[in-house]
């Protein structure tokens, strides 16, 4: 049987918690680096932790630079595109403060063969690109006016679409902003987007 490594998705505050969890299971932080996008805590046991906090790393590789890191009030962005769905928002930190959530029809993949299948196959394509039309309407109409304050933009959903909608030349002041994870996320409703604080700020912990 394969040996899954542990891999937790932990927001600031379970940050905090866990680590002090862990350095009273192992001792102190005996020594911190940076690798990567990560930062690695060794502890006194030798036991280590990598920790791949949001939007980069910290300068300093601590334990106390790391949780600083994490709990810095930002501004963020969030696109969310599934096929006939799709989502905008504007954080200021875990605040929702502007947002518009919307849907256009897409029917699923027809079986059948011959012409029907064609024309079926035709009629949905242009219902999806009807529908990623609507989602780069809606990114260009909540995000743009933040562009200047954003700290990052995050992506989530259908990778295919979100890229395809973040393409959208009138979105281009945005792509250098953009997070490297694309969220996987259900379909894009407003009680969705309210959760996602929850998913950008959180940190990717891997126990060594």
């Known amino acids: 049987m394969l ?3 542990e891999r937790y998705e932990l927001p600031p505050a379970r940050l905090a918690r866990w680590l002090e969890r862990w350095v ?3 001792g102190p932080v005996a020594a911190a680096r940076v690798e990567g996008d990560a930062v690695v805590l060794v502890a006194a046991d030798g036991a280590s932790v990598s920790c791949e906090p949001p939007f980069g ?3 300093a590789a601590s334990a106390e ?3 600083a890191w994490v709990e810095r009030p930002r501004v963020v962005g969030v696109l969310l595109v599934r096929l006939g769905g799709y989502a905008a928002g504007v954080f200021e930190g875990a605040r ?3 947002s518009k959530v919307g849907s256009r029809l897409v029917h699923g993949r027809h079986r059948a063969g011959g012409s029907s299948q064609r024309r079926f196959a035709r009629r949905r394509d242009e219902q999806a690109r009807a529908a990623l ?7 260009a109409r909540i995000l743009l006016p933040w562009a200047g304050r954003l700290d990052a933009v995050v992506l989530g959903g259908d990778r295919r679409g979100v890229e395809t909608v973040i393409a959208d030349p009138r979105l281009e002041p945005l792509r250098a902003l953009v997070a490297p994870r694309v969220l996987d996320v259900p379909d894009p409703r407003l009680a969705v987007l309210r959760e996602m604080p929850e998913r950008f700020l959180a940190t990717i912990v891997r126990p060594g």
Do not use: F, K, Q
């Not at 039309?133 to 990114?139: F, L, S, W």
């Open 3 to 5: 040996n899954v490594p």
């Open 24 to 26: 009273a299971e192992h």
């Open 57 to 59: 790393v910290p300068e």
């Open 65 to 67: 630079a790391l949780l």
């Open 96 to 98: 929702l403060v502007d």
């Open 133 to 139: 039309g609507a989602a780069a309407d809606v990114a």
